[in-house]
């Protein structure tokens, strides 16, 4: 057997136990990394922990540091609180406040499980109260989180940018976050529409109630273990007015985001240097801020891409591409990679896929016929709207959190059959979207 076909094993056999047990896949990914490396490609442990990138580890570190800061301060609740003022109490455009304000933090940098996390309690609290589907707005935070997640400084834009980099293809950050963006967006249209939203556009509610507002935010919070990552992302609320710490976090983000962006600076040392500053100006606040960086996300992506180099140096995304391409055209080559990307995403880490999955196009891409940002782009997006399924961070955190008004059984058959839809469904729509009109 060839290395490349140890390496692949290898690579099923981590996501088969990754999925099947609550271990971190980045652990799981070291270990297959050291295996086939040292036993199958004779290489030393040097080599074998040389393909970790440090820009992409330092930008986890540093933008959920600051992102900790934020939920330590009550700023994602302040965010929260303005948003459905600003809608006027509007009960129809409760479900787009909190699409719009979960894809505004993974855009600013939150890890997608932890924005989850923070708004679908605080959703689905507005869903059991307002008589509003629990299926549609737990969806709407997911596809919300997806909607943001791939921007230029959000942690899948960083990842999928960092290997599309890697591996010398053109940069196409403003391609693959569209593409994800107006992807979820038309999904939460159709939510919105076949799950009654249209029989909420004639209720309001009064946004100066704080107490019940308060109480919906006291909601967010809550948490369930993420498999294989076990990350939780508790938050506390504030008072209702607007401190001036809060105020310095806003100011933060939009630095962050524009000396990044504008200026070309690496984002993990702007967001760790406006997480430190912010730390300083309260130190007592926030000294357990660092705690709550998202360790496990570290591990998984530091493994999972040390990994994805053993895969490289073995040859495997060449055989799997060629073998895809093998099958008659580039574009048919796409469609069955991004099947693959949906399917094991909806059972595995859209985190610990990215690295993998992108470097496997390259032969395709390289086949000619098949624009690169595009093609990433449906890979990306293919391998992320599965989210969704009960059986990834996103879906269960979901459910867990569901509202006294559904039985968890029957909240489960919901989100199962939705997500069955969506991993059956979404990759050919994404595939006709985005690979063919760019064919050729």
Not at 60 to 70: D, E, K, M, P, Q
Not at 95 to 121: D, E, K, N, R, Y
Not at 220 to 244: F, H, I, K, Y
Not at 407 to 433: D, F, H, M
Request: proline residues 5%; glycine residues 10%; charged residues 10%.
């Amino acid at each position: 057997m060839g290395p490349e076909w140890v390496a692949i094993l290898a690579l099923v056999a981590l996501f088969v136990v990754g999925t099947a047990l609550p271990i971190n896949m980045g652990a799981l990914a070291y270990v297959a990394a050291w295996l086939v490396g040292m036993y199958s490609l004779d290489l030393d442990e040097k080599e074998i922990v040389a393909g970790v990138s440090g820009d992409l580890i330092l930008t986890l570190i540093g933008v959920t540091y600051l992102f900790a800061i934020a939920r330590n301060n009550g700023t994602v609740d302040l965010i929260v609180r303005t948003a459905v003022r600003a809608v006027g109490g509007r009960v129809a455009l409760i479900p787009w406040v909190m699409f719009a304000v979960t894809g505004v933090l993974t855009a600013v940098g939150a890890v997608s499980p932890a924005a989850c996390a923070i708004i679908g309690p605080i959703a689905l609290g507005f869903a059991g109260r307002y008589g509003i589907s629990p299926l549609m707005m737990g969806m709407f935070v997911v596809h919300g989180a997806q909607a943001g997640g791939f921007s230029p400084i959000s942690i899948y834009g960083t990842i999928t940018n960092s290997v599309m980099s890697q591996n010398d293809l053109p940069n196409s950050e403003i391609t693959i976050f569209l593409a994800s963006l107006f992807v979820n967006l038309a999904l939460a249209v159709v939510l919105f529409v076949v799950l009654g939203g249209r029989s909420l556009l004639s209720q309001r509610i009064d946004p100066d109630e704080d107490d019940t507002l308060a109480a919906d935010l006291h909601r967010g919070g809550a948490t369930v273990p993420a498999r294989g990552m076990g990350t939780s992302a508790p938050v506390g609320t504030q008072a209702l007015g607007v401190r001036r710490d809060q105020v310095l976090t806003l100011v933060a983000f939009l630095a962050v985001a524009v000396v990044a962006l504008a200026f070309d600076k690496n984002i993990g040392f702007v967001s760790i240097t406006a997480a430190v500053l912010l730390a300083m100006l309260s130190p007592n606040e926030h000294k357990d801020a660092v705690k709550q960086i998202a360790w496990p996300t570290v591990l998984l992506v530091a493994g999972v891409s040390t990994y994805a180099t053993i895969l490289e140096a073995a040859g495997s995304p060449e055989f799997v591409g060629n073998w895809a391409a093998g099958l008659g055209t580039a574009v048919l080559g796409a469609l069955v990679l991004c099947y693959v990307g949906g399917v094991v995403s909806a059972f595995a880490s859209s985190t610990a896929l990215l690295p993998v999955i992108i470097p496997i196009a390259i032969p395709l891409i390289a086949d000619g016929g098949v624009s690169a940002g595009l093609f990433v782009a449906a890979l990306a997006v293919s391998s992320t709207i599965v989210d969704v399924s009960p059986f990834s961070t996103n879906g269960a955190l979901m459910l867990a959190n569901r509202p006294d008004s559904i039985e968890e059984q029957v909240y489960y058959k919901q989100i199962l059959t939705y997500s069955v839809i969506v991993v059956l469904v979404g990759p050919l729509l994404v595939w006709a979207a985005l690979v063919l009109p760019g064919w050729g």
